[in-house]
């Protein structure tokens, strides 16, 4: 079965601290893409950083990075110098070729607080 | 530019009533997706539309659930005879239709929907 995994439900960080967010993923496809997304209180699920199964770097977008292990199916995002704003839901998603790419499956999702 | 925009941000109705939401893309984007969310959980897939096509729907979208995207643009998501079960905020998303796993999906910030 397809399956996006979020062990940690809640993580605490000192703010300027750094974080990781884990997630596990599994799935047999070849091909498949990593997304992590972060949800504020206000609900909306706002974008944050993509990676490609077959991308041979790891991906960063500005502060977020993302670990990619693809032998252990493993899709951490790291969140340096936390910011008071980081803190929020993230999720992690996984879109794979079955269906046409057509569709998002996430995890449960981490609750991150920022501690000043 | 603007975002995914839904309309109501929020919606209380009785058991029984029929709601209604309404899901603006961003004006580019050909294809268009539903999720819901309950608390604690992250979306899960409803439907997907390519034009005014929809192409996929997951088996939570019961008989009472409608959707439409009549010209290929907006969408509406129908739910007649509500249910106290269908309490949940329902996301509407957009993306892209160039192939492959990495079209980001955007999202709106999402209808919350309360059955008292």
């Known amino acids: 079965a397809q399956k996006i995994t979020q062990t940690q439900p809640g993580m605490f960080v000192q703010e300027k601290e750094a974080v990781t967010l884990d997630c596990t993923y599994d799935?047999?496809?070849?091909?498949?893409?990593l997304f992590w997304y972060k949800q504020p209180s206000s609900g909306e699920m706002i974008f944050l950083i993509y990676q490609g199964s077959y991308d041979q770097q790891n991906a960063t977008e500005g502060r977020y990075s993302l670990n990619f292990q693809k032998a252990r199916k493993s899709a951490n995002l790291v969140i340096s110098a936390s910011q008071l704003g980081d803190s929020a839901m993230y999720f992690c998603a996984m879109r794979r070729p079955s269906g046409g790419y057509n569709k998002l499956i996430f995890g449960a999702g981490t609750r991150l607080a920022v501690h000043p | 530019d603007t975002g995914v925009s839904q309309d109501p941000r929020h919606k209380i109705t009785k058991r029984g009533q029929n709601v209604t939401f309404r899901c603006d893309p961003i004006s580019e984007h050909n294809r268009l997706y539903w999720y819901r969310q309950t608390l604690g959980q992250g979306p899960e897939f409803l439907t997907y539309f390519q034009n005014e096509a929809q192409l996929e729907k997951s088996r939570l979208l019961s008989d009472r659930f409608s959707a439409e995207r009549p010209k290929g643009s907006f969408s509406t998501l129908e739910i007649q005879r509500t249910e106290q079960g269908d309490s949940a905020m329902y996301l509407c998303?957009?993306?892209?239709?160039?192939?492959?796993?990495?079209?980001?999906?955007?999202f709106g910030e999402g209808s919350w929907l309360t059955v008292v």
């Open positions: 799935t047999s496809d070849p091909s498949y893409g």
């Open positions: 998303a957009s993306s892209l239709s160039t192939g492959g796993s990495g079209n980001t999906i955007y």
